[in-house]
């Protein structure tokens, strides 16, 4: 069955320093690759996402992730976080299930606190 | 700009009384999808719509139901609400194969 790993459930930091959050995933076939995150009673929110071409891929607020083939990993980097990063982050897998459909395998979540 | 929009945000309703929450969207994707997301969890698909086509899944209880009557607008029933129904209940949309973008979700609380 398809899954996403998600190893560090809970990672506390202090501002400046690096992040880099685990994700794992089991499917066979095409995928693609994405993150989301979640800040405080807000809306889910696509941070980066890959389909193809560089793995290394850059998102948004300074994010980048990348994709390891060989390694089934999609990791999730930032060379200096803020208190602001403090927020939930999702991992997702997109894979083809059926001609006419996509769904979204999410990870656990990861939560992130930043603290000044 | 608002892409994907959910009303009401908060609905508040009594242990079985049925209630609609309503999704619409201004991308034209021919994707959409109603998630339930309880605190502390990740988003759980209970189903999704391409174009007209209505898949369920598999473990999503009968008593939600969905219906989609045009590109725009997708709804949720909940046919008779449990105390285990409350929990935010979020909105996507999406080309097929595309990102799935997100609406600020309804949180329904259950009396």
């Known amino acids: 069955a398809q899954s996403v790993s998600q190893h560090n459930h809970h990672v506390i930091l202090s501002e400046a320093a690096s992040l880099e959050l685990g994700c794992n995933y089991s499917?066979?076939?095409?995928?693609?690759l994405f993150w989301y995150v979640q800040y405080p009673g807000q809306h889910l929110q696509l941070l980066l996402k890959?389909?193809?071409?560089?793995?290394l891929v850059k998102g948004i607020k300074g994010f980048e992730a990348e994709f390891i083939k060989s390694k089934f990993s999609f990791n999730l980097r930032k060379p200096s976080v803020q208190w602001s990063d403090t927020a939930e982050y999702f991992c997702?897998?997109?894979?083809?299930?059926?001609?006419?459909?996509?769904?979204?395998?999410f990870g656990t979540g990861t939560r992130l606190q930043v603290f000044p | 700009d608002a892409m994907v929009i959910q009303n009401p945000r908060y609905q508040v309703t009594q242990f079985g009384k049925p209630v609609t929450l309503s999704c619409s969207q201004t991308?034209?994707?021919?994707?959409m999808y109603w998630y339930q997301q309880k605190s502390s969890q990740a988003p759980k698909l209970l189903f999704h719509?391409?174009?007209?086509?209505?898949?369920n899944e598999a473990d999503t209880p009968d008593n939600f139901q969905s219906r989609r009557p045009n590109t725009s607008f997708c709804f949720l029933d909940i046919r008779s609400p449990g105390l285990g129904d409350a929990a935010m209940y979020l909105c996507?949309?999406?080309?097929?194969?595309?990102?799935?973008?997100f609406g600020p979700g309804t949180r329904l609380t259950v009396l």
């Open positions: 890959y389909f193809s071409g560089d793995p």
């Open positions: 997702a897998v997109n894979g083809r299930f059926a001609y006419n459909t996509d769904k979204l395998i």
């Open positions: 996507a949309t999406s080309i097929l194969g595309g990102a799935q973008y």
């Open positions: 991308l034209n994707h021919n994707v």
């Open positions: 499917y066979g076939g095409t995928v693609n």
């Open positions: 719509y391409y174009d007209k086509d209505f898949n």
